[in-house]
């Protein structure tokens, strides 16, 4: 997202229903008609890290294959509006649905009807050289009965780009925003209301060419501050404090163009995870890691496209009591797309992560662990204006004693309908499992019509 290899560009839409308190994003509609990308048996061999590690050794744009969702098309593209050298552009949806488990649990399910709103609004130069963007948006879930789940997020940012010569370039950003970590994602607590957290994201870099090769260098830092919670009614001691934490670090990488859309690249990623208001008592879950990668973009004809970065990721805790964390880590995309109107997409990652402390005392129980997601996702052009969508996601969680391993597990079905330049209608089913997390296995169904507007 933002202007990660110099370039602004926008940061793709994920399921709001099941986002994670790392990546703060919108709906599960938005995710399901976004940029695809190919598919092969290549990604179930190919594992996963940190997003940007691919972004990092990119050499060029990724506009190439043209698939059923990037095809132009003129009687129903949105235009925008030119502003002197600026392009402002906007989005507004409403999706009136239902719910049948609120607080997602295994026993005491209780339904209620929810109205989502998502507003978003981005200018971008239209310079010849040098960039600059912004965005902002803003997310609301109301519930009818159940008042207290719902939420208002809210993001802000800028971007930009200078173009010292043709061949070197300098890049930040910066944003900010109000978001809540809520029941149905795998990272939650279990607190009486989704837990509001402010995070604040800093990056900076350079890049410069050598004929076919390119080399890059990023730093970057990001401050996560939560809210206190409660559960059954009783403030949690300190959590507040306890789970507030600021990553920062850099990546350094080499790539090399072999051809049009052909790059293999490598480089080093380190970072510290530093958790900034440690209660006294309180197990310090502050670490210091590094992530070696290599990989490459290929794109064949433009109908396959392979994208994957594979590396070795080890974290190494502050307490000595906590044992050091090391191994295979990486992501990898692979789309096919076949024709104009059927375009596939696979995902494959793993990496760390680290789920919030629930309570005071347990400062220690989840100190870090493996975490493996998938996915893949379809969408089919039935009619010029008529898109089907379907997808399947997972995570698997692979936590540390005295925690069992959990599976994610989250399918949509959805269609679109382009009803103009401006106006968009659809429908989408979600259906959402935890299995295996502590016996109780939770599930949830929901079922939603939007109505949506684009500038």
Not at 319 to 333: F, P
Not at 370 to 398: C, K, M, P, W
Not at 424 to 436: E, H, S, V
Request: aromatic fraction near 12%.
């Amino acid at each position: 997202s933002g202007s990660r290899n110099g370039k602004v560009r926008a940061t793709p839409y994920r399921d709001a229903w099941i986002r994670r308190t790392k990546a703060p994003a919108l709906t599960v509609w938005e995710s399901m008609i976004s940029g695809v990308r190919r598919l092969a048996p290549l990604a179930v061999a190919l594992v996963a890290t940190p997003a940007d590690a691919v972004a990092q050794g990119r050499l060029e744009d990724e506009e190439r294959g043209i698939t059923v969702l990037n095809r132009p098309r003129p009687e129903f593209d949105p235009l925008g509006v030119r502003v002197g050298a600026f392009t402002l552009r906007g989005s507004a949806s409403i999706d009136q649905g239902y719910t049948d488990n609120v607080f997602y649990t295994a026993r005491d399910r209780k339904g209620d009807a929810f109205t989502l709103v998502n507003a978003r609004g981005t200018f971008a130069s239209n310079w010849s050289r040098h960039g600059v963007s912004g965005f902002a948006g803003v997310q609301r879930l109301q519930y009818y009965s159940e008042r207290d789940q719902s939420f208002t997020n809210g993001e802000a940012g800028l971007a930009g780009r200078y173009d010292l010569t043709p061949d070197t370039e300098l890049s930040a950003d910066a944003s900010s925003g109000v978001f809540h970590v809520i029941r149905t994602e795998a990272d939650a607590v279990p607190s009486d209301s989704p837990v509001q957290y402010r995070l604040t994201s800093l990056g900076a870099g350079g890049a410069q060419r050598f004929g076919r090769y390119r080399a890059s260098l990023r730093g970057f830092y990001r401050l996560y501050d939560y809210d206190e919670f409660s559960v059954n009614g009783r403030t949690v001691r300190g959590s507040g404090s306890f789970n507030d934490y600021e990553i920062y670090g850099a990546t350094a990488a080499v790539a090399y163009a072999r051809g049009p859309f052909r790059t293999v690249f490598g480089g080093v990623r380190v970072f510290r995870v530093n958790y900034t208001s440690v209660p006294a008592g309180f197990v310090n879950l502050s670490a210091n890691a590094a992530y070696s990668f290599v990989g490459f973009n290929y794109d064949f004809d433009g109908v396959w496209r392979y994208e994957f970065d594979v590396g070795y990721l080890t974290r190494i805790y502050d307490d000595n009591a906590i044992d050091t964390l090391s191994g295979l880590s990486g992501t990898a995309r692979v789309t096919w797309a076949p024709t104009a109107l059927f375009a596939m997409r696979g995902t494959l990652q793993r990496t760390i992560s680290q789920q919030l402390v629930p309570a005071a005392g347990n400062a220690g129980f989840n100190n870090g662990f493996f975490s493996t997601s998938f996915g893949l996702d379809a969408t089919y052009e039935l009619y010029r204006n008529v898109l089907l969508n379907a997808a399947i996601q997972g995570r698997y969680d692979e936590f540390r004693s005295p925690r069992s391993p959990a599976w994610f597990l989250s399918e949509t079905l959805g269609v679109t309908v382009l009803l103009d330049r401006n106006f968009r209608a659809g429908a989408y089913y979600l259906r959402q499992d935890t299995l295996n997390e502590r016996g109780d296995n939770p599930s949830r169904n929901v079922v939603a019509l939007r109505l949506a507007a684009e500038l």
